[in-house]
């Protein structure tokens, strides 16, 4: 089991800046995947934000490419994004993500999510 718990998030205006932090129960380097996901207001589905897999290489969303930057504290189990020229259409519930392998496959983990609101 992987508890992942979100902070950060909250209301800024256009060009501002919001860092979100999400702290596991597990040692994340140990981790398969880790990432943060989000979803707008009135969409069904969560959007791939950032992500890093067991290569160790970070993906963003297009979206966000030079905007957004995820990195991670091992020694606090902690992974961090930090997003900078926020846009309204990055307004959104974000996520916290995390791939645990077992034995019997990979087991997803979600955080409870945290509200961003960016107005013009």
Known sequence: ??????????????????????????????????????????????????AILGDGIIRYADSVKGRF???????????????NNLKPEDTAVYYCYAVQRTNS????YWGQGTLVTVSS
């Open 1 to 50: 089991q992987v508890q992942l718990v979100e902070s950060g998030g909250g209301s800024v205006q256009a060009g501002g800046s919001l860092g979100l932090s999400c702290s596991a129960s597990v040692i994340i380097s140990r981790l398969k995947v880790m990432g943060w996901y989000r979803q707008a207001p009135g969409k069904d589905e969560r959007q791939l934000v950032a």
């Open 69 to 83: 930057t995820m990195s991670g504290d091992n020694a606090k189990n902690t992974m961090y994004l930090q997003m």
């Open 105 to 108: 496959g990979n087991d997803e």
